[in-house]
């Protein structure tokens, strides 16, 4: 919907995020929906933890980034 939805094209990677206005209640008890979908457009993960990335997707999961200095953790610590 809208103007940005004219800007994509099929096998484009396109981020579809929605916003609610929730009391406190509700969003300490707010679990989110993250859903993966391949390049066919089929689900391939679905999940609730906004910072995961599945394996393989070639995405850097939200666990490895350092938060404090702004970039990416070593993957040896």
Excluded: C, M, W
Aim: glycine share 6%; no cysteine.
């Amino acid at each position: 919907n809208g103007a940005a939805a004219h800007l994509v094209h099929p096998k484009d990677l396109v981020i579809i995020i929605s916003y609610a206005a929730l009391d406190d209640r509700q969003a300490r008890e707010y679990r989110p929906s993250v859903v993966f979908v391949d390049e066919d457009n089929r689900i391939s993960h679905i999940g609730s933890n906004p910072a995961h990335a599945p394996e393989n997707s070639g995405l850097i999961d939200g666990t490895q980034v350092d938060k404090t200095s702004n970039s990416f953790a070593s993957a040896e610590r």
